[in-house]
């Protein structure tokens, strides 16, 4: 087996759902980013032999291909598409290291994209019924074990005793350290390059947010957006002409309680680090994703991750959420941050999955 590697990984800036990008379809938002990650690779398109796309809201058809036409690359790349809800996109890159590493690919474009703003009206149908709308499908055959996403963070907020000014501080520091962060990563689109929510938000003005449920409330919640993000995984003798080159140590992606997504990334931590022989405290730069602050600090709790190297230029909680772009946004962020030694990111998923990814320089 080839262990691979990463030589290349970019995202768009994040905008709100109805904001700066609401007018872009997927492939608009993904092609950008595609081309910035091949340019910074000195990659040409011809090199390319598939593309892998994450994607959550159903849009229809098969959107990877879409990019892959969009970007240029050459029609034999027919372009693969992943739905594994927030944890997509770094799935995505998961299955890229698995293709170069069995040597069925040595060039492999992975990542997500995901359009809040314009995702398609649901209707669900039954026979003889009139068609109704929902917002989002079940994540498990059992009603009374998929809770709503917000309902299962206060629950998990409830029974760890993690509690709303805890919450409320992680938010006020991941848009502090987002402002105060340089974004390498980010690719201008459509006249944008920096992250369209990240505010000045202060302690007094989270505490004020709308309450959503339990202690959870607005500012300790990702808000719904739009975005983009693609790294490029390749074989060890591609990647030795790199300007810049992390290895691939460890994937991992398991299942666990569907009621309780947000500690889902537990396992998959566990996981990769015991694969990889690394302690929490060796890790130079962990990326753990914010879709609410309580699950981001349940998941620090429980794998004794060291909150200094957590999320060290903020996270989804100052930028957004593009579900099927999340996951390799955090993987943007630790290609560009990791300085020396190795890093994490990790993510929960809906239906209770958890994925987590070890680079190292």
């Excluded at 970019?10 to 709100?16: A, Q």
């Excluded at 593309?51 to 693969?80: F, K, M, Q, T, W």
């Excluded at 992943?82 to 474009?109: N, W, Y």
């Excluded at 666990?256 to 690394?278: F, M, N, Q, S």
């Amino acid at each position: 087996m080839t262990e691979p590697r990463l030589i290349a990984a970019r995202r768009s800036p994040v905008m709100p759902r109805g904001g700066a990008f609401a007018g872009l379809a997927l492939h608009e938002l993904a092609a950008p980013v595609i081309a910035a990650v091949l340019k910074d690779a000195g990659i040409a398109l011809d090199q390319v032999d598939e593309l892998i796309l994450s994607n959550a809201l159903g849009a229809g058809g098969n959107p990877a291909r879409l990019a892959a036409l969009a970007a240029g690359l050459p029609e034999r790349v027919a372009g693969l598409s992943v739905d594994r809800q927030c944890a997509g996109g770094l799935d995505a890159i998961g299955i890229a290291a698995a293709l170069v590493a069995s040597g069925q690919a040595r060039v492999v474009l992975a990542g997500g994209v995901e359009s809040y703003s314009r995702r398609p009206l649901r209707l669900a149908q039954a026979p003889g019924q009139t068609p109704q709308p929902y917002d989002r499908p079940p994540f498990t055959p059992w009603p009374d074990r998929d809770p709503d996403m917000t309902d299962a963070a206060a629950a998990l907020a409830d029974r760890l005793g993690i509690s709303a000014a805890r919450q409320q501080a992680w938010a006020v520091r991941s848009h502090a350290l987002a402002r105060a962060s340089a974004q390498p990563e980010i690719v201008p689109v459509a006249g944008r390059d920096r992250d369209g929510f990240t505010r000045a938000l202060t302690t007094a003005l989270a505490a004020r947010a709308p309450r959503l449920a339990g202690s959870v409330n607005a500012a300790t919640t990702a808000v719904e957006a739009d975005g983009a993000a693609f790294a490029l995984v390749v074989a060890p003798d591609i990647a030795a002409k790199a300007r810049r080159c992390l290895r691939i140590r460890a994937c991992a992606t398991l299942g666990a309680a569907p009621e309780e997504p947000g500690l889902a990334p537990v396992a998959a931590i566990r996981r990769v680090l015991d694969r990889t022989g690394l302690a929490p405290d060796a890790l130079e730069q962990i990326e753990l994703m914010e879709a609410y602050a309580v699950q981001a600090l349940a998941c620090m709790d429980a794998c004794a991750l060291p909150e200094k190297r957590v999320n060290p230029g903020g996270g989804a909680l100052a930028r957004g959420h593009p579900i099927g772009a999340s996951g390799a946004i955090l993987v943007a962020r630790l290609f560009h941050g990791l300085q020396h030694g190795s890093g994490l990111a990790a993510i929960a998923a809906a239906g209770g999955i958890g994925s987590a990814l070890v680079l190292q320089i």
